[in-house]
């Protein structure tokens, strides 16, 4: 039954995104310098083989540039689990530049600039779900 007194309507369209994790951009950083790549954001980023990692030290973001890996000081790009992830073992973030999390964090607003670089945030960060899922599977066992 209609209800025939309600007469203004407000409607909001609701914003739809990325459906899922998995088919959005997803970059997580663990405590031992791993930043990790979901399969999107590395077709995103044009596949490289590698990256240089940039440090910027005033706003507190890394950059990861596209490179080939013969390129001085690229980290390379190697494959990650059974989706297509991918991971850059990148140790010295630890050691030259500080950067450190307690446990493994989740970038939440990667964004691909207009020069094709990776954009990562250090101030809008989240513990990753995957991250406290190991932990919980991990105290159990």
Known sequence: MINENITEVSWKVLPRGDAARWSGMYVTLNPIGKIALSRTTHQRLGSPEAVLIAYDVLNLKLALRPAALDTPNAYPIRKYGT?????????????????????????????????????????????????EGWKKRSRVA
Request: with cysteine.
């Open 83 to 131: 989706c297509g992830g991918r991971i850059i073992r990148a140790y010295r973030l630890i050691s030259e530049f500080g950067i450190r999390p307690r446990e493994t964090v989740e970038f939440e607003t990667p964004v691909i600039d207009g020069e094709g670089h990776l954009i990562l945030d250090l101030q809008k960060l989240r513990l990753s779900p995957r991250a």
